[in-house]
């Protein structure tokens, strides 16, 4: 018979919530998100007040006499001192409220509501094909290194890069839409037909979710070429990273022994090559969902698309600094969720990494 | 004692359900806002995304509204007509009360009636809502008398208190229109007069009051919404988001949707009481960059393209499908000097103002300016009378700049010409435009230094009247020679920009007579007067008067354009 030695641990007095990590990793991003998205306000604040010009005459137009410009300054409260206006922005804003753009005359919410799902819907679709051609060419090119896939496809993805946006969009606009007719071009629907009712303000998804397959179909057309611009660099990038990453692991013990073991090459591509790659490639992936969904202000403009860029482009050039504050605002929370979500992600597809 | 732990998936897995869990739900969070966020906002304030067909309350139009459901591939109803009109969209607000831009202007001679209109590139005044008017002979009191037929979009008939709403709300918002309402009061004696009076002669009235500013709205509509005509408008005014997804109109289209920088979409007004009913049941202004609309154009039916520069249209002269149309524009570019010596003791020298005058190559200028442009005699354009005969055209003379510029006793003179740099006028960049007079002052011994600016920046600066020389341009509020009095010296904005503020007796008695003349043609006479001694010593260079360019598909009939309006489209038909 054997005794059992009872093995006194130390005791950990810390709340139950702190002692597990992923809890505790929440909390600590919060807390910094809240504090950069503070910053956020008050950089945006500080330099909106930088750009010499005024809000007056960019909205009243040129004609505007002395009177009516003194009188949008006492009506916007352009006239209060500096920390006062910031100090007003910053109580609606905790309010929910990010007032009222001067050029729209809509509530802040309620244009972001409206153009960020456009975006989004762009965005998505853009990533899809980013992702699905970006990768795929990455592990070919890795597989096939130093051969002539790889080659052609390192050109592809330089040239993917290379290429300027705006001369792509009206070049793929001239031969699809133009030439061959067989594309749409530029706006989100054709001028005849109706949007669908509004859910999530996709009309991809909206015409779905009401089972208007003429106008998805329509929609959708819309979204191919504006969503192949905008994918065109993300692919380049992507093909590169990959290649990379998977090159790091491809010469790895592991992957041999499993060739050794007779594992067909497609499973020991897709279930160990690709699977430890992958921390690396969502991390890229991650970012380029950001910047797509923030800065498609060229490709928007070109397709006529009336997206969050296009939105934030005439802000800045009509100084409507309430739509300013909340368009900045916005794009702080994409790159702070995303990067947030990535770091999750990471510790899902990497088992050694522990949150910590 | 040991105890054995419960079964259960090992920590790592689960610590990754509950990471992918936590992602997910962030991300559905994200987009959840935003969706959520509209939703509320409309119900709130019934605007954002305008998509709604809330546009109108009584009346429904002929053309698919939003609810419809069902798989409509061509509009609700299979034989919808509907006519798509590209533009760089300008729209600052729906509410004529507010804002007036060329693409809202559009949009604006469709949904609303004023007392008088006019047709086409004919600026004279017609009866409209009114269908008369008489004139004080000191032109300071014009009384209009209505017709008792007209009615809004909503059945309720319009009466000379939602004439005298609409003008006074204009005149007390203070916004970028009002300034057409200084000076004058309006009275509404009876249901069917209004009487607009003038604090000096204003023979111009007749012509102000077909402006898009003057747009008469549905006052009962209006006041519910929030609108109102009271001194404190620009504080208690609530109607500017309202207008966002209504219209409150007697036009023969209703607003069905307007998405903030895309689209405006109009639907026939059933209850439209005049005659021009418009063919077409659905009208859809798109904002199209002028290099999509050239392709559009070509692939589209029913459609205009309003943007075109002259390049872009040469290229479509002769092709089968399309119709250029190539008109005057009312836009007069010009370079203007500075008056002021604090602000530019070289730009005010006259000397130094002659030499420019004269050092310019003009017909190089309205080269840049492409089909149609022509050099500019004053700055009163050719589409108003008034204007001055392109034979008395100022024109290069390089040894006259010369002998001005060594008169001037300045050595070696040094300007800085500002220009707005983001926008373009009929296609022309203003970059294009200052880079050929640079060159032509530099030959003549100047050094010009250019300064581009975005608008938001120039604006202030111009305003101010400190520029000491600048390319801008001039497109009138209303479609009377009179307007350019205000160039005079003296209080006007206008001079005021040019540093210009030393009263002239001459020139002011020139303009006192001209906006007390109630004749048109010796109006017109005396405003080529004033013309004639801007040109001998002002700031104002006229260069250029630009075309402006329309394409339409070539089934499209009457596609004119219009001044103040830039198109009808209830006058647009179909061969």
């Known amino acids: 018979m054997t005794q059992q030695t009872a093995v006194s641990r130390p005791v950990d007095a810390r709340p139950a919530w702190h002692r597990r ?66 100090g007003r922005y910053l109580v609606n804003l905790l309010h929910g409220d990010l007032g009222v753009s001067q050029q729209t005359h809509n509530p802040v919410m309620a244009d972001l509501g409206s153009f960020v799902p456009a975006t989004l819907e762009l965005a998505l679709l853009a990533v899809v094909i980013a992702v699905l051609v970006g990768v795929g060419f990455g592990v070919l090119a890795a597989l096939y290194r130093d051969r002539w896939p790889d080659y052609l496809l390192r050109i592809v993805s330089l040239s993917g890069i290379s290429v300027p946006v705006f001369w792509l969009a009206l070049v793929l606009l001239y031969v699809f839409f133009y030439l061959w007719s067989i594309l749409p071009g530029g706006s989100r629907l054709d001028p005849d037909l109706v949007p669908p009712e509004k859910v999530t303000g996709m009309y991809t998804v909206d015409a779905l979710l009401h089972g208007q397959w003429g106008i998805f179909g329509n929609a959708f057309s819309h979204l191919i070429l504006p969503a192949v611009v905008l994918a065109a660099s993300s692919i380049g990038l992507l093909t590169r990273y990959t290649r990379t990453a998977v090159l790091e692991v491809i010469d790895q013990d592991y992957v041999r022994s499993a060739r050794a073991q007779g594992l067909p090459e497609r499973t020991i591509v897709f279930s160990h090559v690709l699977r430890a790659a992958l921390p690396a490639v969502i991390t890229v992936i991650g970012l380029l969902f950001a910047n797509v969904l923030t800065g498609a202000v060229l490709v928007e403009n070109i397709f006529s698309w009336p997206g969050l860029g296009r939105y934030g482009f005439h802000a800045a050039t009509t100084l409507d600094l309430p739509a300013i504050m909340g368009v900045s605002l916005f794009v702080a929370l994409v790159y702070l969720v995303v990067n947030f979500v990535v770091d999750l992600l990471y510790g899902v597809l990497d088992p050694r990494i522990r949150v910590t | 004692m040991f105890t054995a732990r419960k079964a259960g998936p090992p920590r790592v897995r689960r610590t990754g359900i509950v990471a992918l869990a936590a992602a997910g739900a962030l991300a559905m969070l994200l987009s959840a806002c935003t969706t959520a966020t509209s939703v509320d906002q409309i119900s709130e304030s019934g605007t954002s995304d305008q998509s709604s067909s809330a546009a109108a309350p009584a009346t429904s139009g002929s053309a698919a509204t939003s609810d419809a459901g069902g798989d409509t591939t061509s509009g609700a109803a299979g034989d919808t007509k509907t006519l798509t009109i590209d533009s760089s969209f300008i729209v600052t607000s729906m509410d004529p009360s507010r804002a007036v831009t060329p693409t809202q202007s559009v949009a604006t001679r469709a949904m609303y009636d004023t007392l008088l209109r006019t047709h086409g590139e004919d600026t004279t005044p017609e009866p409209s809502v009114a269908k008369s008017f008489d004139a004080s002979d000191d032109a300071k009191t014009y009384t209009f008398h209505l017709r008792d037929d007209v009615t809004f979009a909503d059945g309720s008939k319009l009466t000379s208190a939602d004439v005298l709403f609409s003008l006074q709300r204009l005149a007390a918002l203070k916004l970028g229109g009002s300034y057409l309402m200084d000076g004058l009061t309006v009275t509404a004696p009876d249901p069917a007069t209004v009487v607009i009076s003038s604090k000096d002669p204003k023979p111009a009235i007749p012509i102000i009051v077909t402006t898009p500013a003057f747009a008469i709205l549905n006052s009962a509509m209006v006041k519910a919404a929030g609108g109102t005509d009271a001194k404190d408008a620009p504080e208690k005014d609530k109607a500017d988001t309202w207008f966002n997804s209504h219209s409150a109109g007697s036009g023969p289209y209703i607003l069905q949707s307007y998405k903030t920088d895309d689209s405006i979409t109009l639907v026939r007004n059933d209850k439209y009481w005049g005659e021009d009913k418009g063919e077409f049941d659905r009208v859809v202004i798109r904002n199209m960059t002028a290099a999509t609309q050239l392709l559009n154009v070509q692939r589209g039916k029913n459609e205009i393209a309003l943007d075109l520069s002259a390049t872009q249209s040469a290229s479509l002269k002769g092709k089968d499908g399309v119709t250029v149309r190539t008109d005057p524009s009312s836009s007069v570019f010009r370079v203007q000097m500075n008056m002021d010596p ?23 200028i309205v080269q ?77 011994g100047f050094t010009i230094k250019l300064e581009a600016q975005p608008v938001a920046t120039y604006l202030p600066e111009w305003v101010k009247g400190k520029t000491e020389m600048t390319l801008t341009y001039n497109y009138p509020d209303y479609m009377d020679s009179s307007y350019y009095s205000s160039f005079v010296p003296g209080t006007s904005s206008d001079s005021q920009r040019a540093g210009w503020n030393t009263d002239v007796p001459a020139l002011s008695q020139l303009r006192d007579e001209i906006n007390s003349t109630v004749d048109d043609a010796k109006r017109a006479s005396l405003m080529q007067d004033l013309q004639r001694k801007f040109n001998e010593n002002s700031p104002y260079i006229p260069l250029m008067q630009t075309a402006q360019t329309v394409v339409s598909t070539s089934n499209l009939t009457n596609v004119v354009l219009d001044p103040s309006w830039i198109l009808d489209v209830a006058a647009i038909g179909t061969k």
Request: charged share 15%.
């Open chain 1, 21 to 86: 990590p992923l809890p505790r990793f929440v909390a600590k991003r919060l807390a910094a998100s809240v504090l950069i998205l503070f910053g956020i306000t008050v950089i945006s604040f500080l330099l909106t007040q930088a750009v010499p010009g005024d809000p007056a005459l960019a909205n009243l137009g040129q004609r505007a006499t002395p009177e009516q410009i003194a009188n949008y300054h006492r009506v916007h409260g352009l006239d209060d001192p500096l920390p006062v206006q910031y």
């Open chain 2, 342 to 364: 604090k602000a530019s003791t070289v730009a005010a020298n006259p000397h130094i103002q002659a030499a420019v005058r004269y050092g310019i190559n003009y017909d190089a």
């Open chain 2, 368 to 444: 840049l300016g492409g089909e149609g442009a022509v050099q500019a005699a004053g700055i009163v354009p050719s589409t108003l009378p008034g204007a001055l005969p392109a034979s008395e055209a100022i024109h290069q003379d390089v040894a006259k700049a010369k002998a001005e510029l060594a008169a001037s006793g300045i050595d070696k003179p040094s300007l800085t010409m500002t220009y707005p740099s983001d926008i373009n006028v009929n296609g022309l960049e203003f970059a294009t435009l200052a880079q050929r007079v640079a060159a032509d002052l530099q030959a003549i």
